[in-house]
Structures are given as C-alpha cells and as structure tokens.
C-alpha cells in the first residue's frame, strides 16, 4: 500500500494561522506585538531567500519583522555590539542570526552572545542545556516542526523506536532529545555507524538528517514505518542539466512504496522550519511579558 504523504506545506499553513491568531489576541487584549530581528552577514544567495521568506511570514503573522544586513567584512565586535543592542531592545522578542556565519566570525561566540530568552533558534548552550535535561528551553525549529509532524500523525510518540540518521547541532542531536522526551526509543546514527541499514530497518520514525541525495533507499526501510527527510539538496535536473531540483535524503519513490507515511521534498519538513520559528518568537514574547504560552506550538 503506497504511504500517506505528510504534507508539510499545508501543515505549516496551519500552524501559521494558529500562530496569527494568537499575536491578534495578544495585540489586543494585551498591545504587545511580538517583535523578531534577523541578522544577516554577507549576501549568500540561499541566506537572502531564507531572510527575505522569513521576513514576509513573519509581517503576515502580525508580527514586527526587524532585518538587518552587514557587509560580508563586518568585524565580529559589531556583530557583537548589535546583538548587545537587540538583547536590550524590549520590542524585540526574538533574535535570529542567520548561518553560516562569514569564516572571520566565531559563529559559536555569537550565537552565545544571544540572550537565551530570545533565541528563537534553540541553539544557545543554555537552550541546547534546558533540552537536553527535560527543562522548558526554546528548541531549534526544523526538528520541532518534524516533531509537531509526528504528533499529528500519530498522537502519543511513546515506545516507538525512532531512529535519527545524522548528528548535526542544529537537526540529529536535538531531534534525539524532543524524541526521547516523547518516550521513543531513540538511536542517533551517522557515518561511521556499522551496518546502517540494519539500524534504519529497525526504525518505527526514520528521520534522515544528513544533506547526502537519496542516500536511504526503500530496502532500508520498515515497512509501515513514518520517514521524515529532513534533507533539502539541491541537483542537477535529470532532463535538463541546465536546471536543478530539490531533493531529500532519501529516495522517495522506493521509500515511498515501503513506509506507512513520508513527507515529499519539496513540501515537507521545509515549511515547517519558518512555521515553528514565528512560533518560537510568540512563546519568547508570551514568556517575555509573563503570559500563558501558545498551546500546541512548543515541545
Ligand atoms: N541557516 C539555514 N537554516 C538556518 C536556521 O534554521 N537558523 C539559522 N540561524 N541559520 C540558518
């Protein structure tokens, strides 16, 4: 039987409805609107479209969009000296400095400049720390929207073996810990992992987090198991080598045919990422101003 398709884009539609709605309520019973700063180095062409997407969805939920872009030579200090600014800046809830970070910037000094309560992005070590021992942290949005994903397809994730292919800061290691915090029996795999396919074969919840195109085939896959392909990678078209495509890490039609639900790249975990960011801003401003958290928006 051919897999249900989890459609991220739809998903993350209705998340950002859910999350508009709660800046509405905020902004009128309260005139607090949630405020989110995104820092920019360089012109990386990828970096401009996630800015640019970010900054749109981000003024759709009612919310304050502050950008600012630096020339790709800004000294570290000012880069220092304007997160300074922003942690102090009450109209800014949330603070989003996007990666990679210019090979002159000590990416992880930056990031730990970020007032923890405004890292919308989960990746301050305070924030890395709270997950990692069960505390309420703000959690790293590509790996909370996959999670939001799983939930909605199958309520309660408890006993289930979930295995993470790739062990990244920013997706495999912080997927392990919202999944473990939801009861899985979590594996975290990765290249030097033995016998790969055995361990993915294993897997109730395949997330393949590791930028390699279609590197899970179908054969690797339980069947009826759910697979999340966090991967987006982008390749030469197979008619046209003028033009590329966007691809997951796994090979979604042998996959497709084996697992009980997938989600497709493009349309997938993507969506979700930007979703759960807008979300993270509301809970930072909600905790901010000492208010009851969204609901159904956080881990
Ligand atoms: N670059 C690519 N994805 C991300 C992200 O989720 N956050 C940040 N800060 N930079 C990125």
């Known amino acids: 039987m051919a897999a249900t398709i989890i459609d991220g884009k739809a998903f993350?539609?209705?998340?950002?409805?859910?999350?508009?709605?709660?800046?509405?309520?905020?902004?009128?019973?309260?005139?607090?609107?949630?405020?989110?700063?995104?820092?920019?180095?360089?012109?990386?062409?990828?970096?401009?479209v996630y800015v640019r997407n970010k900054g749109t969805q981000t003024v759709e939920a009612g919310m304050a969009s502050f950008e600012h872009k630096l020339d790709v030579a800004t000294p570290q200090a000012e880069i220092l000296a304007l997160v300074a600014r922003l942690n102090a800046d009450p109209a800014v809830h949330g603070i989003l400095v996007q990666l990679p970070l210019p090979a002159h910037v000590d990416a992880a000094a930056v990031i730990n400049a970020i007032d923890p309560a405004k890292d919308v992005d989960g990746f301050h070590i305070?924030?890395?720390?709270?997950?990692?021992?069960?505390?309420?942290?703000?959690?790293?949005?590509?790996?909370?929207?996959?999670?939001?994903?799983?939930?909605?397809?199958?309520?309660?994730?408890?006993?289930?073996?979930?295995?993470?292919?790739?062990?990244?800061?920013?997706?495999?290691?912080?997927?392990?810990?919202?999944?473990?915090?939801?009861?899985?029996?979590?594996?975290?795999?990765h290249s030097r992992t033995r016998d790969l396919r055995e361990v993915c074969r294993r897997a109730d919840i395949l997330v393949a987090a590791v930028g390699r195109p279609g590197m899970i085939p179908g054969d690797w896959v339980k069947p009826g198991a759910t697979?999340?392909?966090?991967?987006?990678?982008?390749?030469?078209?197979?008619?046209?080598?003028?033009?590329?495509?966007?691809?997951?890490?796994?090979?979604?039609?042998?996959?497709?045919?084996?697992?009980?639900?997938?989600?497709?790249?493009?349309?997938?975990?993507?969506?979700?990422?930007?979703?759960?960011?807008?979300?993270?801003?509301?809970?930072?401003?909600?905790?901010?101003?000492?208010?009851?958290?969204?609901?159904?928006?956080?881990?």
């Open 126 to 189: 305070s924030n890395v720390g709270l997950l990692g021992t069960g505390q309420k942290a703000l959690v790293p949005c590509t790996p909370l929207g996959c999670l939001m994903m799983l939930r909605d397809h199958h309520g309660d994730l408890s006993g289930m073996d979930a295995v993470v292919v790739g062990r990244s800061n920013i997706v495999g290691k912080p997927m392990a810990q919202l999944l473990l915090g939801d009861s899985c029996t979590v594996t975290i795999a």
């Open 227 to 299: 697979v999340i392909d966090v991967g987006i990678n982008r390749v030469p078209h197979p008619d046209d080598p003028a033009r590329t495509r966007l691809v997951g890490d796994v090979d979604f039609d042998s996959c497709a045919a084996v697992a009980g639900a997938i989600t497709p790249v493009p349309g997938g975990v993507g969506p979700m990422t930007i979703a759960c960011l807008l979300a993270n801003t509301l809970t930072a401003c909600c905790r901010a101003h000492g208010l009851a958290e969204p609901t159904g928006l956080t881990a």
């Open 12 to 48: 993350a539609a209705r998340v950002r409805g859910q999350v508009a709605e709660q800046v509405a309520v905020l902004r009128t019973a309260h005139g607090i609107v949630p405020g989110l700063a995104v820092v920019l180095v360089g012109q990386d062409p990828a970096s401009q």
